[in-house]
Structure formats: C-alpha cells, structure tokens
C-alpha cells in the first residue's frame, strides 16, 4: 500500500475521533475514574475526591477547544489550505489553550504534587504548538509575497 496525503488526513481524523470518544468518556467516567484511582493509589490515599474532579473537569474545557481546533486544521490541511490566517489562528488558539491546561495542573500541584509533571508536559507542547505556529506565520508571509511577485 502507498502511503498518501490523502492517507495520512485520514488516519489524523480517525485518531482525533478516537481522542473525542476517550475525552467524552473521561468527562463522563470523572468520579468513578477519580475514586478508582484514589483507591488504588498509595501517593493518593486519603486525599478528596473533589480537587482532582475539579482539575480534570477545568481541564477539559481547553481541552475540549484543543479538539475543536485540530478538527478544523486537519480539515483545511486536507483541502488543501496550509498557510492560511485560519490555521495560523487555530494553533495559536492550540498553544494558549497548552498554558491555560498547564496553569491549571501547576495550580492543582499544591494540593498533588504529580499535577506539576503534568504542568510541565503542557507547557512544553504549548511551546513546540507555538514554534509550529510561528514557522506557519512566517510561511504565509513568504507565500503571500510570493503570490504577489507572480
């Protein structure tokens, strides 16, 4: 099998579909999830339940927009539209909703300590979103001056 674009677009879709439908069911599944692992966690035990809701169902707005926003990307890149204002826009829209997940974790590690890795991770896809972005803005400028030289 040759390996396309066309391909590709399609396998990105079906992996953000996969994440929707395991982004729906943590929603969903948050106290069970949380008491479960409140349960069987040593560094855990004993803490409250409602702290770590709190922090995933916060999360899960930026979250939510992150999703919303590889969509609509993944979608323009299959049409076609790569530098577009758009795009700039939805991995700009992607790396701020990064920080706002990683000030969240970073707030939440005061009361567990392990929200901190998770501040960390974030930051630094917000960071590696916002490289991406920047190299996209800079593209778009070298492709509008190009169309404009022709």
Known sequence: MNW???NSIFLTK????????????VVAACPFLVGLYLASSYTAAGLSPVP???????????????????WKLIGNIGQEEIFTDE???CLRWISWMCFAVAAV???????????GIAS????FMGLLIR???NTFERAKEL????????
Request: hydrophobic share 55%; net charge positive.
């Open 4 to 6: 396309s674009h066309k």
């Open 14 to 25: 079906i992996f953000i579909i996969l994440f929707c439908a395991a982004y729906l069911a």
């Open 52 to 70: 770590f809701m709190t922090t995933i169902y916060i999360c899960a707005v930026p979250v939510g927009v992150i999703l919303w926003k590889l």
């Open 87 to 89: 795009n700039i826009s």
């Open 105 to 115: 974790t970073l707030a939440s590690s005061f009361y567990y300590l392990f929200w």
């Open 120 to 123: 960390g991770l974030t930051v």
């Open 131 to 133: 490289v991406i972005k």
């Open 143 to 150: 492709k509008d001056e190009n169309d404009f030289t022709i």
